[in-house]
């Protein structure tokens, strides 16, 4: 059934208009599924990364960094919808700040770059058909972001579910948009290629790329390290962050032991009894912050001397083709991580960057801290955190959704004195309310009264 499953699943993309590039990546998965590939990455394969070059340690004069960055592309992954918080748009779109979305904040950090520095500095958002026209609608109040005649946005392509019994490209009358999902960020690179754009920036002059999540507000358009990558002569270049014991889930880079290569290894890369070794701390020191830097020319090249194919490792997602109904039939999907693509580079450099440059929001807890007294934000967009060590927050399920979160907690929270907070019950929160200490507020709920100081140890 799997020669017929995949002339099946073939077939629906080329209907719906998936690029051919993105139905050759998605082709060379389902053939590693058929031969039982999982995508594992042993422990016993690999060596943890040692002391990376930092970025503290980094200079550049304003020359250097003033070049490199007027060859620069400002590219930012904005294909999610934000549906882990109960949002129904591209997650971009959320107010985070003052007003502001972290869509706005981008923009804002952006101009500032263009100005300060007198580059062009195109932004380009990788959407996906899902975030697409809600972004667009939102980037029409900026009518002189785009240059150099390139678009704002570009778009990923998307994949069948398969049927994890035959391989067959799912059915579901209920609901057909749940038989297609998104084929991880890793399609950044055939969606580049296939969509021409690729070729388009070097043709206008530009040499450098710089990538990662809408969400990461921290990773703003950065001269001292486009100076820095220029200058080495690398053809890649991964920023990593050193780990706490609170960094249990993001993936790692780490050292093949079979060719001495640099890889990504995420969590649903790794065995259940490697998994003790993926969260320590102490023996894989650096996570991976999902910031890319890119030489186009060497990313073409490479594209172009594998047909468009990059050959990432896979990762297998096992779910419900309905993910709300556990009874509806079991997929796979097929995913790809971009950052796994630095293994395919002969020249990739990593570089150990502050935690200021990565500052994700995938839950409401760290929405509540980029919310709070915890950060400012500058003229320039750029976050700017007010105190050394970040608290902790661990909200209860009353709080998962955005709109559950917005309801209970309606103003921003002082913070800048406390260590952690914890909800537990179904709290609503007045205006005004500061956290000192560690505080636990229980599961029976209650009112916190505007101007409250919240006091723990």
């Known amino acids: 059934m799997s020669e017929q499953g995949l002339q099946q699943a073939r077939d629906k993309m080329a209907s719906a208009g998936v690029g051919r590039t993105a139905i050759e990546v998605f082709s060379d998965y389902y053939k590693q599924l058929e031969t039982g590939a999982t995508g594992i990455i042993p ?4 060596r943890p ?65 263009r100005q300060q520095w007198g580059v062009k500095l195109p932004l380009l958002l990788m959407d996906s058909f899902s975030t697409h026209d809600d972004t667009m609608a939102a980037l029409a109040e900026y009518p002189d972001l785009a240059v150099d005649g390139l678009p704002l946005d570009f778009l990923q392509s998307k994949e069948p579910k398969l049927r994890a019994d035959d ?56 001269a001292r390290i486009a100076g820095w990558f220029a200058s080495t002569g690398g053809d890649w270049c991964s920023e990593v962050c050193v ?34 070794y993926f969260t320590d701390e102490h023996v894989h020191r650096y996570f991976h ?26 990762i297998r997602n096992e779910k419900t083709v309905d993910p709300t109904d556990p ?4 997929v796979i999907q097929v995913e790809s991580a971009m950052g796994a693509a630095v293994e395919v580079f002969d020249d990739a450099r ?16 760290e929405l509540l801290l980029l919310r709070s007294d915890v950060y400012s934000i500058g003229d320039d967009g750029r976050l700017h955190a007010r105190v050394e060590r970040i608290p ?51 599961p029976d709920g209650g009112t916190v009264p505007d101007g409250e100081l919240l006091q723990g140890d």
Request: net charge negative; with cysteine.
């Open 43 to 46: 422990e016993s394969s690999i």
């Open 49 to 113: 990364i040692e002391n990376p070059p930092s970025l503290a340690d980094v200079v550049v004069t304003d020359q250097q960094a003033r070049d490199a960055l007027s060859k620069t592309v400002f590219i930012k992954l904005n294909g999610g919808l934000g549906t882990s918080m109960g949002l129904a748009h591209a997650k971009s779109l959320l107010q985070v700040r003052d007003g502001k979305s972290f869509l706005d904040i981008v923009v804002q950090q952006v101009r500032a770059t």
């Open 167 to 222: 391989l067959s490209p799912v059915d579901w009358p209920a609901d057909p948009e749940l038989e297609w999902c998104p084929p991880g960020h890793g399609d950044i690179y055939a969606a580049l290629y296939d969509s021409g754009l690729l070729s388009t920036l070097i043709d206008k002059g530009y040499r450098y790329a710089a990538v990662s999540n809408s969400d990461n507000l921290g990773a703003a358009p950065n």
């Open 243 to 276: 780990r706490t014991v609170n960094d249990k889930k993001g993936g790692h880079l780490a050292i093949r032991k079979s060719d001495g290569r640099v890889i990504l290894r995420d969590t649903a890369q790794t065995a259940p009894e490697d998994m003790k």
């Open 289 to 314: 912050a999902n910031n890319l830097w890119w030489d186009l020319v060497a990313l073409k090249q490479k594209l172009d001397e594998r047909h468009g194919v990059m050959g990432l490792p896979l």
């Open 327 to 330: 009874s509806s039939p079991a």
């Open 350 to 365: 990593v570089l150990l960057v502050g935690r200021d440059r990565f500052v994700p929001v995938k839950k409401t807890n």
């Open 392 to 442: 902790g927050v661990d909200l209860g399920a009353d709080y998962k959704f955005v709109d559950d979160f917005d309801e209970r907690i309606p103003a921003p929270l002082g913070m800048v004195e406390a260590t952690s907070l914890t909800v537990e019950g179904d709290w609503h929160f007045g205006t005004g309310v500061r956290v000192r200490g560690t505080v636990d507020l229980g």
